[in-house]
């Protein structure tokens, strides 16, 4: 027989007294990711290799602390590197729809957006001071008086000219009439018409010459018009040249180390020279511009062209920037183009142009989510063209589904030099490494994080640390040093492995904040073993309401379990239930029926379609076994049926393989098995019993119904041998089998578990092919040999009749 499985193979404590402390606040804080050595060197060949294309994919499952991990280790790595250049957007003064980008050491992008400001209200200033000055309006009045002068003579010129042919020069709106005078009276129309036809034509005459003479008088005038007009503009120009000049030479000279600012200081200044209406004080420019249309703008927003957006500013950075975004829509990424409402019609200027969080990580590090990455339209293709293109250009998403936009900007794109870590599961890294030919690519480095490390005396130190750190960042009550080894015990349960602790931080932390809780209410100074327990406990009974009913209705008959009887055929297996947020065993009946037949291994859930394809699976390699250990010498002639007894759902998995088998076998020998033992475990075709999943769980379930109904000293679970590594069952189970009220046996093969479960010997198979009389095998051989004949007899007997009847 089996030795059942060792009091202290049940559950790995840990010692308090080995970690060498007696709260957590006497130890120091972890520093970097801890249990993650994989996953760290992935994040250091990603983040130093400069190539294209190595961008950094963190997978691995929720509550592992990736996300924790990734930014701490990247804004420990940041603090090294250089601070990246700020950026801004200026006024594009030749194509106002293409602002342009202007890179700048980090903090210099504010100063000269200041610097422009005080520009600009400098100007307002000096300008028309100047335009106001008695110097200027000195020069300005010479010019016009010259010019005056030279009008007014070849105004008089032309009316001398005039009466000298017997013609007045007469001014109307309409320009200058030439009017005819005899005896130094003008003609009207009707004396004029009552001239003779040689008067009226030597008029004429004389008329058509004067005119044409006047026309190049009048075009000579309109030369010195435009002239004087040159020279006024040219006036001004200068005055207002000699009034920004000091300032703007001063900023020239201050960033002549970058040609970019400079070009762009060297537009606003000629600019500025061709607008000069827009500085001039309000009643004069409305007396320069009474003849154009009144603007709808108030005055001082046409001088926003003049203005810097400083999109990105790094002057508080100390090293390159860590960028989180967890709400990656296109917009957020990859900035937008703000539009503002102006007598009902939407607006928009280099101004209101707004940074995304890739501009903000530009020559740092960006974080993002995988999932949410492909939720977001347009957000996943617009990484992949970022990465690819080197650049980020901002573009209104509406434009690439092909609606209509209000006319927008087109700015320069900034160029890209990001590291970019995506986080997710690796089921979403598999999709998309399968899906996507680009991911392969572009993200070339998986950083994967495992689920659990193993248990050592260093590790534990190390989780030791962690625990302090949650404590310190949120404030709670320090920990025992045996309330810690509660924790390390858990993380054991949690990673299903005496040899490994969970890496699920966020759990772990969960744990800590309601074992504070428990501390607090019961103002305790320090956080215990026992307020961690109750917090374990409290977060059991918070969803076990379903487990609770469950075992309700097995203890008063409505769900039919046996825990202390014999029977053949009849076998209570465990399986696991799942509800998302907690898990527990169950026992559910097993029964099998055994006659002569061909049909061999019935399956009923299989055929009413309430088995999943692993569970059929199972059930298939059962005929294997029975084939292999059975049939050498014979046919397998028998019909059998199994069951989950008062089963409505489907099942899956092939735990419960060895468990049909133990049934089958126990129907075919007619040796009763003990109910007060529970199976589990899967079988191969050799009849070895093989790992499964959920060992504590379903430990822990049979032995919530044997309590429930009675615990009698007989009652156990047969689970695998390769399982007692994954053991680390409640202390009430141990304290249970510890005194002998419950019992846990580890099997290797079939035969062990026949042993355990009927009192029997198994049998070993002779050289001659038969097995030892009375032993289990020898029993079930001897039945199906049974069943072949009587289907042989059968078989024969009616070939027998069938020939009676076609001689009849």
């Known amino acids: 027989m089996p030795q059942e499985v060792p009091v202290e193979s049940l559950r790995k404590l840990c010692d308090p007294q080995t970690l060498g402390f007696r709260t957590s606040a006497d130890i120091s804080p972890a520093e970097g990711?801890?249990?993650?050595?994989?996953?760290?060197?992935?994040?250091?060949?990603?983040?130093?290799?400069?190539?294209?294309?190595?961008?950094?994919?963190a997978a691995g499952p929720a509550g592992t602390g990736k996300t924790t991990?990734?930014?701490?280790?990247?804004?420990?790595?940041?603090k090294g590197r250089e601070v990246p250049p700020d950026w801004c957007y200026v006024n594009n003064f030749r194509d106002p729809y293409r602002p342009k980008a202007i890179s700048l050491?980090?903090?210099?992008?504010?100063?000269?957006?200041?610097?422009?400001?005080?520009?600009?209200?400098?100007?307002?200033?000096e300008i028309p001071k100047a335009l106001e000055s008695e110097q200027y309006a000195a020069k300005r009045e010479e010019t016009l008086e010259s010019f005056n002068k030279q009008r007014d003579n070849l105004i008089k010129q032309l009316g001398q000219r005039a009466q000298e042919e017997g013609f007045l020069l007469q001014a109307t709106p309409a320009g200058i009439l030439v009017v005819p005078i005899i005896e130094d009276k003008p003609l009207n129309d009707q004396e004029f018409m009552s001239l003779s036809q040689e008067q009226k034509e030597a008029i004429l005459q004389k008329r058509e010459a004067l005119e044409a003479e006047m026309k190049g008088s009048m075009r000579q005038l309109r030369n010195w018009e435009r002239n004087v007009n040159d020279e006024?503009?040219?006036?001004?120009?200068?005055t207002v040249r000699f009034a920004e000049e000091p300032l703007i030479n001063e900023l020239l000279e201050k960033y002549n180390d970058l040609p970019e600012v400079v070009t762009y200081l060297r537009d606003v200044q000629n600019d500025i020279l061709d607008n000069i209406s827009q500085f001039r004080p309000e009643e004069e420019g409305h007396r320069h511009a009474q003849t154009a249309p009144p603007s709808p703008w108030p005055r001082d927003a046409t001088l926003r062209k003049y203005e810097v957006n400083v999109v990105v500013d790094n002057s508080e950075l100390r090293g390159s920037p860590v960028i989180t975004e967890f709400n990656p829509t296109y917009n957020n990424l990859f900035g937008r183009i703000e539009k503002e409402a102006q007598f009902g019609a939407f607006m928009t200027d280099f101004t209101l142009i707004r940074a995304g969080a890739l501009h903000r990580a530009n020559g740092g590090y960006?974080?993002?989510?995988?999932?949410?990455?492909?939720?977001?339209?347009?957000?996943?293709?617009?990484?992949?063209?970022?990465?690819?293109?080197?650049?980020?250009?901002?573009?209104?998403?509406?434009?690439?589904?092909?609606?209509?936009?209000?006319?927008s900007l087109l700015p320069d794109p900034i160029p890209l030099n990001t590291k970019i870590v995506i986080i997710g599961n690796p089921y979403t890294y598999h999709l998309l490494y399968s899906l996507d030919e680009e991911f392969k690519e572009l993200f070339k480095v998986?950083?994967?994080f495992d689920s659990r490390m193993d248990r050592t005396a260093e590790n534990i130190r190390a989780y030791a640390s962690s625990i302090c750190t949650v404590c310190c960042k949120e404030n709670l009550i320090p920990l025992t040093a045996a309330g810690v080894a509660k924790i390390v015990e858990h993380g054991s349960r949690i990673a299903e492995d005496q040899e490994k602790i969970s890496t699920r931080f966020a759990e772990i932390a969960d744990i800590m904040r309601e074992a504070n809780f428990w501390a607090t209410q019961e103002k305790a100074e320090e956080v215990g073993a026992s307020h961690v327990q109750r917090a374990i406990e409290e977060r059991v009974y918070r969803s076990n309401l379903i487990q609770e009913r469950?075992?309700?209705?097995?203890?008063?008959?409505?769900?039919?379990?046996?825990?202390?009887?014999?029977?053949?055929g009849q076998v209570n297996g465990l399986s696991v239930i799942s509800l998302g947020d907690f898990a527990f065993g169950r026992p559910s009946r097993i029964t099998a029926s055994v006659g002569v037949g061909r049909e061999g291994i019935t399956d009923i859930e299989r055929e009413v379609k309430l088995a999943g394809r692993i569970y059929s699976k199972g059930v298939m390699i059962i005929g294997g076994y029975l084939t292999e250990r059975y049939a050498q010498d014979k046919p397998l002639s028998l019909s059998s049926r199994l069951v989950f007894e008062q089963s409505y759902e489907e099942i899956e998995g092939d735990s419960a393989s060895s468990t049909e088998?133990?049934?089958?076998?126990?129907?075919?020998?007619?040796?009763p098995i003990k109910q007060g033992i529970a199976v589990t475990g899967s079988v191969n075709q050799r009849g070895e019993v093989q790992a499964i999943g959920g060992v504590n769980e379903k430990i822990e379930g049979f032995f919530g119904v044997c309590k429930a109904k009675g615990l009698t000293g007989d009652q156990g679970v047969i689970i695998p041998a390769s399982n007692v590594r994954n053991l680390m069952l409640k202390e009430e189970v141990v304290e249970a089998v510890r005194e002998g009220k419950f019992h846990i046996y580890p099997v290797k093969t079939i035969d062990e578990g026949m042993e355990i479960l009927t009192g029997a010997k198994a049998g070993v198979k002779r050289e001659d092919g038969t097995f030892e009389e009375d032993t289990v095998n020898y029993r079930v051989d001897k039945r199906l040999r049974e069943l072949a004949k009587g289907l042989r007899d059968f078989l024969k007997e009616e070939r027998e009749e069938g020939k009676k009847k076609e001689e009849e």
Do not use: C
Request: glycine share 8%.
């Open 33 to 57: 990711i801890i249990g993650q050595a994989r996953a760290l060197r992935s994040l250091q060949f990603g983040l130093g290799i400069k190539e294209q294309g190595f961008n950094i994919f």
């Open 69 to 78: 991990a990734v930014k701490g280790f990247l804004e420990q790595l940041a």
């Open 105 to 125: 050491p980090p903090g210099r992008g504010k100063h000269l957006q200041e610097d422009m400001r005080r520009l600009v209200e400098s100007n307002k200033r």
């Open 232 to 238: 006024l503009q040219k006036l001004e120009r200068e």
């Open 366 to 407: 960006l974080v993002t989510n995988a999932e949410e990455l492909l939720r977001n339209l347009f957000s996943w293709d617009g990484i992949k063209r970022a990465i690819r293109n080197k650049e980020i250009v901002i573009e209104e998403a509406g434009e690439r589904l092909g609606f209509m936009v209000t006319k």
């Open 446 to 448: 998986k950083a994967d």
């Open 550 to 568: 469950i075992e309700e209705m097995i203890s008063n008959g409505t769900i039919v379990i046996d825990t202390a009887q014999e029977a053949v």
């Open 661 to 671: 088998l133990y049934a089958i076998l126990s129907r075919l020998s007619s040796l």
